[in-house]
């Protein structure tokens, strides 16, 4: 039976500004990434978003990024690759804490936004977050772009991967992502996200913005939290994919 776990980017709230609708969205969701406190979140944030995730028995997640509040973690900082282990580190250790108070354990990894894509392409930042994330706990599971360095970085480093996938954005010929700044880079229709998803996930192939269909592999589907119909759209998913008999399931329950 195919399985697919589906995952949303949370506690991306930051002291008295709300970002996200987590407590809809963990109701349909099994995996759940939560900010470190650099791009976005805060202690209280991490704390409240931790007890919700728990409650829904969510597989929960760090989601560290660049120290860029200001840009939400999605503009590209220059920093040597020492620097790179250390925020990692950083962060991965401030919610591994937080986790372990409440009573359960940290199951993942997945860089956000600039880093996260930064690591898809660059081998030498990949294999820092990776070594970091080694480091820190060699059970955790790496989330990475699927087919791109820091999977394979993951893999060669001896942790477990998952190969992300995204429902909401297009693909280029190569298998990356359109980058954001490009007017076609986002997809806003639920159907026809739906369908890029259970493409990917039955066929193993998504058709790029040139037409050109990419082979692709596909552990874990994103869906971004602060999608303005992100709980509607990850409940019409989940159903579309039950209804094909895949079964939507969080990593690790094997």
Do not use: W
């Not at 008295?16 to 987590?22: A, E, I, K, M, R």
């Not at 704390?47 to 728990?54: D, H, M, N, P, S």
């Not at 599971?141 to 297009?170: M, N, P, W």
């Amino acid at each position: 039976m195919l399985r697919i776990d589906l995952n949303c980017d949370a506690g991306e709230s930051f002291g008295q500004y709300t970002l996200g609708s987590d407590a809809e969205l963990f109701k349909h969701v099994t995996s759940a990434n939560i900010a470190c406190g650099y791009h976005a979140g805060d202690h209280n944030v991490i704390t409240q978003t931790v007890k919700l995730a728990t409650e829904n028995k969510l597989a929960i997640g760090a989601h560290p990024g660049f120290q860029d509040l200001v840009g939400f973690g999605r503009r590209e900082m220059q920093l040597s690759l020492d620097e790179i282990y250390n925020l990692t580190i950083y962060q991965l250790g401030a919610l591994k804490t937080i986790v372990e108070v409440h009573g359960v354990k940290l199951n993942h990894v997945k860089p956000h936004g600039a880093l996260y894509n930064l690591a898809a392409k660059n081998r030498d930042v990949s294999f820092a977050i990776a070594k970091a994330v080694k480091s820190v706990d060699p059970n955790l599971i790496l989330y990475g772009l699927a087919g791109s360095e820091l999977c394979q970085a993951g893999k060669e480093t001896g942790l477990k991967i998952a190969h992300e996938v995204f429902a909401d954005r297009t693909y280029q010929p190569d298998g990356t992502l359109t980058p954001r700044n490009e007017p076609n880079a986002l997809i806003h229709d639920a159907n026809e996200a739906a369908h890029q998803i259970l493409q990917i996930v039955k066929h193993g192939k998504v058709r790029s913005i040139t037409g050109k269909e990419v082979s692709i592999q596909a552990d874990t589907v994103c869906i971004h939290g602060d999608g303005e119909h992100a709980p509607t759209f990850a409940s019409m998913l989940k159903e579309q994919l039950q209804k094909e008999n895949i079964s939507v399931t969080k990593i690790g329950d094997d």
